[in-house]
């Protein structure tokens, strides 16, 4: 594609002999710059892509686009206001808009963004209805499953992807990390789902209020014709639908003060005429998954699906892996691992548990290192309130030496209710082993990733752990 075809619609000016440059491809990292690339020039967190521009030329760059005032480059070089909204925009444009003809639904909040888009990707493809999906656990394109590496990835990879995509509809999760870090420039959504705004990520987002704001801009993101789905049982959701309502859009409250839907036991009753009620009955316990389960079915009402097969659908859904994922215990217990890190998930999670009559709860959990600490007080109370035995761990140190992240341990509970057991794997067999018949051995916090250290267990994520536990049981009891 030539330069003036991929900048002009952008508004951006270029000199009449560098309109015919031929652009190969898009790049911010110039180890990935190859011959004919145009690099864009962004500023990390840690690094400044303004740094590498020598480098990025040397690889071949035959353009750079970046925020600073140069002039002694090798290669002609375009300044613009945000570098970040520029390379989005340029992404859209050089793989020719790949959204333009797909649904394009975008779900953002801290909790329960993974397990809505997991059930409405099951709801539709009960319906026929082939179904992209981009989250914190997988992305699936085509029917092709991969590891995610991020919940929202980098805008040149997003649209890559896109164009690759020969599905109808494209679920995604949007983070408030790829918001602020505008992944998403360029897109264009025809559904946007909020689920609830929670404290969580303060150690990115300077306060709630800025937090919010993130979350609130996916809505900007809308076609002119497009649908919010708001749970507005919150202050958080209630001023939500108030700027959505402001951008003249459309807006499907979830609860609150006016909904259009509202969740009664295991019900969604439609406040329209006549009214009509659904069942959310699920695999899935409790209440924060009936509020997923109806913003899942709200949206597929939304595009015309039979509501009697949504129904049929909820009622078959097996769950997301790492949610609230169920294994057995060879003592008549059972094992949950489930994503939880924030007291409100804690609260949600430990409530849920609850609703199994078990004999004891057994909490097992971490912090990680160099993120948000005011969220950690609070989760250890609630633990300590909703459990029997609750015990503290590492989660990832992510660079914090394992002596501060005890020390820490210690500082939370300075009463000594919790038992510490920093090494991960360990905490774990501890819990295993002192289980009894029907007890819950609840382990929040990864969910399904792997584990950033080692411990001393040969294993690499929680599930492993139990894994590893009970097979070495087992090989212990048939030798025996």
């Not at 560098?18 to 690099?39: C, P, R, T």
């Not at 790492?322 to 999670?349: K, M, Q, W």
């Not at 035995?389 to 660079?399: E, S, V, Y």
């Not at 057991?421 to 905490?427: K, Q, Y």
Request: net charge negative.
């Amino acid at each position: 594609m030539n330069l003036k075809t991929l900048i002009e619609p952008l508004g951006i000016h270029i000199s009449r002999e560098d309109e015919s440059i031929d652009i190969k491809g898009l790049a911010f990292n110039s180890s990935k710059v190859e011959q004919n690339y145009l690099f864009v020039a962004i500023r990390g967190t840690h690094t400044d892509g303004h740094t590498f521009i020598e480098d990025a030329i040397k690889n071949g760059a035959s353009i750079v686009i970046g925020e600073e005032d140069l002039s002694s480059i090798a290669v002609p070089y375009i300044r613009v206001s945000n570098s970040r909204k520029t390379l989005g925009l340029l992404a859209s444009r050089f793989y020719e808009n790949p959204t333009q003809h797909k649904i394009m639904i975008g779900i953002t909040g801290t909790n329960g963004k993974t397990t809505t888009s997991y059930m409405l990707k099951h709801i539709l493809e009960s319906a026929g209805i082939s179904c992209a999906l981009f989250g914190s656990v997988s992305t699936i394109i085509n029917g092709i499953e991969n590891e995610s590496t991020h919940t929202t990835v980098d805008a040149v990879t997003l649209n890559h992807l896109l164009a690759m995509c020969n599905d109808r509809v494209v679920i995604m999760e949007v983070s408030s990390h790829g918001l602020v870090q505008s992944r998403i420039e360029g897109l264009q959504f025809d559904y946007c789902i909020f689920t609830n705004l929670e404290h969580e990520h303060l150690d990115y987002h300077e306060n709630m209020e800025s937090y919010f704001l993130a979350k609130q801009s996916l809505f900007n993101y809308l076609k002119p014709n497009g649908t919010a789905i708001i749970n507005s049982n919150s202050s958080w959701g209630e001023r939500l639908c108030t700027y959505v309502s402001s951008l003249e859009k459309q807006v499907i409250r979830i609860n609150g003060s006016k909904p259009t839907y509202i969740v009664n036991d295991e019900e969604l009753i439609v406040h329209q005429d006549p009214i009509q009620s659904y069942s959310l009955n699920s695999r899935m316990k409790g209440k924060h998954n009936l509020e997923n389960a109806s913003l899942a079915f709200s949206t597929a009402i939304s595009l015309q699906l039979d509501p009697l097969n949504i129904e049929r659908s909820l009622e078959n859904f097996n769950g997301v892996p790492g949610r609230f994922e169920l294994f057995p215990h060879p003592g008549g217990a059972t094992c949950i691992v489930d994503y939880a890190h924030t007291g409100n998930a804690f609260s949600h999670i430990l409530e849920t548990a609850s609703l199994y009559n078990p004999k004891r709860i057994i909490h097992i959990f971490g912090f990680r290192g160099n993120r948000d600490i005011q969220k950690r007080k609070t989760m250890v109370q609630i633990s300590l309130k909703k459990c029997h035995i609750c015990i503290l761990t590492f989660d990832d140190l992510n660079g914090i030496p394992s002596e501060q992240m005890i020390q820490d341990l210690h500082t939370l509970d300075p009463m000594n209710r919790c038992i510490i057991i920093p090494d991960r794997t360990l905490a774990i067999q501890y819990a295993w082993e002192i289980a009894q018949n029907n007890d819950l051995i609840v382990i929040t916090g990864k969910g399904i990733e792997n584990y950033q250290q080692n411990f001393s267990l040969p294993t690499s994520s929680d599930i492993q752990t139990l894994n590893y536990l009970n097979d070495s049981f087992e090989f212990q009891r048939q030798h025996s």
